[in-house]
């Protein structure tokens, strides 16, 4: 049955994109949405620029391409900002990243080399394994989080951008659990005013974006804005906020395998998952206390998917290990390798083995794209709060409190895509079917 649409804003002027941490991630990014703009590369993973979406029923045979059926902001209506705690402006920081070919680099220069940081907000205390003296001062969190507001405030009048959307793209924290300072934005903004080591660098940047109406999208295991007090400024100032951690390598690859075993009433007895990477993300998580931090990301998809307490035959007591090392030499090409020992018809046990060599930036990239687009078109369609429907790009996905996160990545994609049906006012898409054989 078709809805009546839900009014959506056109996507007039341009998008400024702010993203805390000008790494590996944020250059790639950039420079991969310049190469695709020149029509000099194509924009492989994302779903954004590359996806359909189905319409009615299978015989109508409607599946425009996304783009096309969204008023989605275009590429070359995309501005770059971001904060970093190296003074290297992108073209500098790619190289030094690693990720990309020199002739891409060299295609992309002039754009990089125009795109430089912000001092960031820093503390060493929460991530431990870097060093970089390109940081703001301040007496109090309270004072610090002002100065991004002007930062936002000053980027978005020079670059005479008419939106923005911000994603965090620095580095894993070290493990944060809730505190009571987290649990509304009065006791959190007084926290602010008196340097509570509860709130995180990472904090103040989606404090900072939601004051000033920016949406805010957290591509780290950080709590970042996944607190009461975050959700409650969400909804106050009416912006869309999703998280968190990007989904890319590994866990991705879980989402996918988990529940095709599922879907099959395939048991598991355990699963094992160790990986090598190189580059800054490495070496932050070689600290114990940010491995923490992912380790908790990691770990929380399989039990959700597999449903251990509806299914205790097949997945009760199933062991689960995550490690990752810190070897240099790999890069940005980290390697995963997962053991996987499942049991089928009568208990017999089989395995199955898993060796994915992924490169980490160039999976997160088209994701950054895609948050970027999806969160603006939901700033203009008037959306609010978590974004329960963007799940499908996060280990660690938001929800309501009162609900257990999705992480069935097909599950995640119909819901999204449903998301996107209902928008703009055509059927959800059930995948029934029974009117084809009445």
């Keep these: 049955m078709m809805r009546r649409p839900k009014k959506v804003a056109p996507p007039k002027g341009k998008l400024g994109v702010l993203t805390p941490g000008m790494g590996a991630v944020t250059t790639t990014f950039i420079a991969g949405v310049e190469l695709i703009r020149r029509g000099q590369a194509q924009p492989v993973g994302s779903l954004t620029q590359m996806g359909t979406i189905r319409l009615g029923k299978r015989t109508e045979k409607r599946s425009p391409e996304i783009k096309k059926f969204l008023p989605l902001a275009k590429l070359d209506d995309l501005v770059f900002g971001g904060w970093d705690i190296f003074p290297d402006d992108a073209y500098r920081a790619a190289r030094n990243a690693g990720v990309l070919a020199e002739k891409d680099l060299e295609q992309a220069k002039p754009l990089l080399s125009s795109v430089k940081?912000?001092?960031?907000?820093?503390?060493?205390?929460?991530?431990?394994?870097?060093?970089?003296?390109?940081?703001?001062?301040?007496?109090?969190?309270?004072?610090?989080?002002?100065?991004?507001?002007?930062?936002?405030?000053?980027?978005?009048?020079?670059?005479?951008?008419?939106?923005?959307?911000?994603?965090?793209?620095?580095?894993?924290?070290?493990?944060?659990?809730?505190?009571?300072?987290?649990?509304?934005?009065?006791?959190?903004?007084?926290?602010?005013?008196?340097?509570?080591?509860?709130?995180?660098?990472s904090m103040l940047y989606a404090y900072a974006a939601l004051q000033e109406g920016v949406p805010f999208a957290?591509?780290?295991?950080?709590?970042?804005?996944?607190?009461?007090?975050?959700?409650?400024?969400?909804?106050?100032?009416?912006?869309?906020?999703?998280?968190?951690?990007?989904?890319?390598?590994?866990?991705?690859?879980?989402?996918?395998?988990?529940?095709?075993?599922?879907?099959?009433?395939?048991?598991?007895?355990?699963w094992f998952s160790t990986n090598i990477l190189g580059n800054r993300d490495g070496e932050v998580l070689d600290d114990p206390e940010s491995f923490k931090t992912k380790e908790e990301s990691k770990l929380g998809a399989l039990e959700y998917i597999l449903?251990?307490?509806?299914?205790?035959?097949?997945y009760n007591g199933f062991c689960h290990k995550v490690r990752i090392h810190y070897y240099p030499p790999r890069g940005d090409n980290k390697e995963g390798w997962d053991n996987i020992d499942i049991f089928g018809w009568l208990g017999y046990p089989m395995q199955l083995k898993v060796n994915f060599l992924c490169r980490d930036s160039i999976l997160a990239a088209p994701l950054v794209l895609d948050l970027v687009l999806f969160l603006d078109l939901a700033q203009r369609a008037g959306l609010r709060g978590i974004q329960?429907?963007?799940?499908?790009?996060?280990?660690?996905?938001?929800?309501a409190p009162q609900l257990y996160p999705e992480h069935d990545l097909f599950i995640q994609l119909t819901k999204l895509k449903n998301t996107l049906r209902w928008l703009r006012g055509e059927s959800l898409i059930t995948h029934l079917g029974t009117e084809y054989y009445d």
Aim: aromatic share 8%; net charge positive.
């Design 117 to 201: 940081p912000m001092k960031a907000v820093f503390d060493r205390n929460y991530v431990r394994r870097l060093e970089g003296g390109y940081v703001k001062k301040g007496a109090t969190k309270w004072e610090l989080a002002q100065q991004l507001r002007e930062d936002i405030q000053n980027f978005k009048a020079k670059s005479r951008v008419s939106r923005l959307v911000m994603i965090w793209c620095g580095s894993t924290e070290v493990h944060l659990k809730a505190n009571r300072i987290h649990r509304d934005l009065k006791s959190f903004e007084k926290a602010l005013k008196a340097n509570h080591e509860a709130i995180s660098p």
């Design 307 to 314: 449903q251990p307490k509806l299914y205790p035959a097949l």
């Design 218 to 270: 957290n591509g780290a295991p950080n709590l970042t804005v996944d607190i009461p007090a975050m959700v409650e400024l969400a909804q106050e100032k009416k912006v869309p906020i999703t998280g968190k951690d990007f989904k890319t390598g590994q866990t991705l690859m879980k989402t996918i395998i988990a529940p095709g075993l599922k879907s099959r009433m395939i048991g598991l007895r355990g």
């Design 388 to 399: 329960e429907w963007l799940s499908f790009y996060f280990k660690s996905p938001m929800c």
